[in-house]
């Protein structure tokens, strides 16, 4: 069960159910976040607990049960959609976000560049990496600091929020310094001492599916920064590994529908690295936003075929304009907008 507690309630209110709690014999998990505080009743028998022993207490908004193994990611928790605010720009709404950039962030003209014709062509999030996990040591790393700055740059030409990846808890601080919103990489998404500093943070996470994680994995990895306390977290489809090699990896379409079936977090589809291939994004897209995605992720550059990484899967400018066009009657056709 979950005691959440009154957005403002009192430090004496959260004490006195903590000690109810403690009294009945169960353990308390604690989350403060910055809007409110949720308390978890840890217990083999919890669910013999009767609500209203709680609710009637000061400073109770309500209790729950969760069936699921992850709780405040759980569906249960709350029946309303949860909605991401960055900047004006509500992730989990009606309208669908596209967030829209390089892998990396190669040069300060390169993303200037880029972020005038991906805000041009309708997309309310710029993304680009600084920090890169490679899978050779010997490729280009990314360019730290300076690529983070020069996002920053092309926020402020542009008004559009930011979204960069952070690798591990020491790059933290840096990364919030500069980014709109943490990214968890795929390769990070079982980092469980990485999720846990997340959770302590104010920025919005968006945290990816590993690549060979379940959907529970993933939401049982949302819910270590949720009992953080960070309320503010999406997670996204990027694609998994199966025996088929005619893509680098498979797009989970399925995945969409099942996270909004399980879970009120907002839900991205990450076509670029779901398919590797610029090709399949296009239409791998429509199937994304079809399937109830609330955001996608796409990624784009000024010339792929001398991207520093990831230029098979990159759109052009062209084609990114392109796609927006393409999506906007399938956003409509399931009750969206574009
Ligand atoms: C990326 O977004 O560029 C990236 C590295 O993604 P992933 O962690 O999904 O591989
Ligand atoms: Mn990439």
Redesign the pocket.
């Given at each position: 069960m979950i005691i959440v507690m009154q957005q403002g309630a009192l430090q004496s209110q959260v004490e006195d159910v903590v000690k109810r709690v403690e009294s009945l014999g169960y353990k308390v998990h604690l989350s403060r976040g910055e809007a409110r505080t949720i308390i978890g009743i840890i217990g083999a028998d919890e669910h013999i607990l009767q609500p209203g022993t709680f609710e009637a207490m000061d400073g109770v908004e309500k209790t729950m049960r969760v069936m699921q193994p992850f709780r405040i990611a759980s569906r249960d928790f709350t029946h309303q959609d949860s909605i991401v605010s960055v900047d004006g720009v509500q992730i989990g709404g009606q309208k669908i976000v596209v967030m829209a950039g390089p892998?990396s962030v190669e040069s300060r003209e390169m993303i200037l560049e880029t972020a005038h014709a991906v805000k041009e062509a309708g997309a309310s999030i710029l993304r680009g990496?600084a920090f890169k996990p490679r899978s050779s040591p010997y490729s280009f790393q990314g360019l730290g600091e300076e690529g983070l700055r020069y996002l920053a740059e092309a926020r402020e030409q542009t008004g559009l929020p930011i979204i960069t990846e952070v690798m591990s808890a020491d790059e933290i601080e840096l990364v919030c310094d500069y980014a709109d919103i943490l990214q968890v990489g795929a390769r990070n998404t079982q980092n469980y001492s990485l999720l846990k500093v997340l959770g302590k943070q104010s920025k919005p996470v968006m945290l990816k599916r590993g690549m060979s994680s379940t959907i529970q994995e993933l939401l049982m990895s949302a819910e270590y920064i949720l009992s953080g306390g960070n309320m503010q977290v999406m997670v996204c489809e990027r694609g998994i590994r199966t025996f088929e090699t005619a893509t680098r990896f498979t797009f989970d379409v399925n995945a969409v529908p099942v996270l909004k079936e399980l879970s009120h977090l907002p839900v991205v589809a990450d076509t670029?690295?779901g398919t590797g291939k610029w090709s399949l994004v296009n239409p791998v897209t429509r199937a994304a936003v079809a399937a109830g995605a609330d955001a996608i992720m796409v990624?784009v550059h000024p010339n792929p075929a001398s991207a520093w990484?990831?230029g098979a899967q990159s759109l052009t400018l062209e084609r990114f304009a392109q796609l927006m066009r393409d999506l906007r009657p399938v956003a409509q056709a399931v009750g969206r907008t574009l």
């Open positions: 892998c990496g670029a690295h990624e990484s990831d």
